[in-house]
C-alpha cells in the first residue's frame, strides 16, 4: 500500500557524551522516510528553504523514497534544531531552534500523492497535521505524532486533531501530560477515548507499549549498549512501523505488533551514530537478525 | 532446597495518592518470606524490639513461614519507616526513619539454619551482610541487595561483600550510581566483573533485566493498573524469584529466567493494596495465571 509521511526536514547540530555533530541532516520526515523505506516505498512531504544543498539528501538516494513532495521555498531559510543529551540522554535539552521555513505555511501535497492509503503525520501544529489528514479522503491508516508544545498550549486543536487519526505515537512524559494520568496502560485508554484507535507509547530505553480497544501489547527494548545519539529514534520508531504496516496492507491485531517490534529495532540502530548515518546503512535483514535476538533475549519461560 | 532470608521486619506508616496507612507489617524479611513461601518452605531471620506484637505476624501464619530465627530483643524497639509515594511512584520519599534495633548487632542464625542452601541477604551494611554470608559454608546461592547509602559511603565494605555473594538484585538508581555507567547493561557487566555471577536490575513499571555471563534477559513488566502501594514490591519479587529457585533446586539460564518471572509477577500483585494485605493473599495459581497473561501481552511477533 501507499506510505506518505508528512513532517520536518532539519539541519540538526547535536551534543551528546560521545562528541558533537553540526549541520547535519535531521527531521522527523527524513528518518522516518529512511526507516520505512526498508519495508515499503514511500512519498515524503516537507519543505525546505533555498539555504538546502539538496546533496544533503544523498544518504536518501537509491533508497525507496520519493522526495517530489520536497518543496524548496524561494526566499526561506530551512528549521535547524541544536540539542543536548546528556546522562541516560533519554530527554534532548534544546539549546536553539530556527525554525524559519517551518513556521510559515505547510508544503502542498502534490496531486499524485492525494491517494496514499497509509500516512503518518510527524509532530507540527495540530491545526496543520489536520488540514493535511483532510487531503487524504482515501486512507486507510492516519497515524500522527504529537509534543509537549501542542498538549499544553494547544489542547482544543489537539484533540481536534486525535478525532480524526487513527492513530497516535507518543512517548511517555507526553502521554502523561496529556491525560494528567500517571499510570501508562490507563493514559492510553484514556487517550482512544479522544477517537484513535490505537495508541504506541514510547518509553525510551524501555520499550513501548501498544493499547487499543482488542489489545495491551509490551514491547520490549533491545538492549542497546552503543548508545550516542538519540535524535530521530521516535520518527524512526513511526517510520517502521509504518513502512511494515504499508507493505502487509493491513491493520490487525498481530500485524499491528509485529509492526511495532520492527520499528523498535530499527531506532536500535538510529541510535548507535549521529544523524542518519546507520540508518542509512541497515537493512531489512539487519532488523530482522536484531529482531530474532531479541525475541530470545525476551523469552519469558 | 532450604531457603532462608535474613532482613528488616518494619512498622511502617505509608502515604500514597491512595491513602495512608499507619503502623502497618512492613520489613524486607516479611514481604520476601511470603512471597517465596509461594514456592518453597522458607526461614525467616531478623530482629523487632519487645514492643512488637507477635500478633502483627498474622498474615505469615498457615504460610511455610519459620520463623523461629525471629529474635525478639528486650529493652530495644523495632525498626520504623515512614514514607511517601508521589507521582509515577517510581521512588519513595523517606519522611521519618527510626532504626532503632537494626542499629545493634545482627540476630544470630539459629543453628539448625545454618545448612541452608538458598541465602538471601536483603539490604542491611555490607559488613553484616558478610558476616551473615559466612555462616552459610553450604549454600549453592548467595544473593544479596543492596542501597544508595552503602554504595555511597560504604564501598570497600560492599566490593568485599560482592565479591562472596553470587547474584546481586538492584535497582536501575543503584546500579547507575555503583558503575557510574548510564546504559544498564553496561553497569550489569561491570558488576559481574566485582564478583557476582548474576545481576538483577529492578526497574520499576519498566520491568527488569537480568545480566550475567551467559545471558541477557530482557523482563517485560506486568501491566499494573492498580498501584496502591509499592512498599515491598523488590523485596517481594527478591522472594518470589529465590523461592522458585530454591524449588527448582537449580540455578541454570532458564531456571533463572523463570524465577525471574515469578519474582516479577509476585511484585505486581503487592503494588495493588497496602502493606502485605495482596500478597498474604495471593496464590501460586493466582501468579501462573497472570505470567500467562503476560507472557501473551509481551509476545513479539
Chains 1, 2 share one sequence.
Not at 39 to 46: D, I, N, Q, Y
Not at 117 to 141: M, S
Not at 232 to 252: E, I, K, N, T
Amino acid at each position: 500500500m501507499s506510505l506518505l509521511v508528512t513532517g520536518s526536514i532539519a539541519i540538526d547540530s547535536v551534543e551528546t557524551p560521545h562528541g558533537r555533530m553540526d549541520d547535519v541532516l535531521g527531521g522527523s520526515a527524513v528518518y522516518f522516510s529512511l526507516a520505512a523505506s526498508l519495508f515499503s516505498p514511500v512519498r515524503m512531504v516537507g519543505v525546505v528553504g533555498e539555504d538546502f544543498d539538496l546533496g544533503r539528501f544523498k544518504p536518501l538516494a537509491d533508497k525507496r523514497i520519493d522526495t517530489h513532495g520536497v518543496e524548496v521555498r524561494r526566499g526561506s531559510k530551512t528549521f535547524r534544531w541544536h540539542g543536548k543529551y546528556a546522562g541516560a540522554m533519554n530527554n534532548a535539552e534544546t539549546l536553539g531552534v530556527e525554525l524559519n521555513v517551518l513556521a510559515e505555511q505547510g508544503p502542498p501535497i502534490p496531486p499524485a500523492f492525494a491517494d496514499s492509503r497509509f500516512v503518518f503525520l510527524a509532530n507540527t501544529h495540530p491545526a496543520l497535521q489536520r488540514e493535511f489528514a483532510r487531503q487524504f479522503g482515501r486512507a486507510d491508516l492516519l497515524v500522527c505524532d504529537t509534543m509537549n508544545l501542542w498538549i499544553e498550549n494547544e489542547q482544543a486543536e489537539l484533540r481536534k486533531t486525535l478525532g480524526v487519526v487513527h492513530g497516535l505515537v507518543l512517548n511517555e512524559g507526553e502521554a502523561r501530560l496529556q491525560t494528567q494520568e500517571m499510570n501508562l496502560v490507563k493514559a492510553g485508554r484514556e487517550i482512544l477515548k479522544l477517537g484513535p484507535r490505537f495508541v504506541v507509547i514510547k518509553k525510551g530505553e524501555h520499550g513501548s507499549l501498544l493499547i487499543s480497544h482488542d489489545d495491551l501489547f509490551i514491547m520490549p527494548p533491545y538492549p542497546t549498549e552503543k548508545v550516542v545519539d538519540p535524535t530521530g529514534c521516535g520518527d524512526s520508531f513511526a517510520g517502521g512501523m509504518m513502512g511494515y504496516l504499508a507493505a502487509q496492507g493491513r491493520v490487525d491485531r498481530d500485524t499491528l505488533r509485529a509492526a511495532m517490534a520492527r520499528g523498535s529495532v530499527v531506532a536500535s540502530f538510529v541510535i548507535e551514530s549521529f544523524s542518519v548515518e546507520a540508518l542509512s546503512r541497515v537493512t531489512a535483514a539487519d532488523v530482522e537478525r536484531r529482531l530474532g535476538e531479541l525475541r530470545e533475549m525476551s523469552r519469558v519461560v
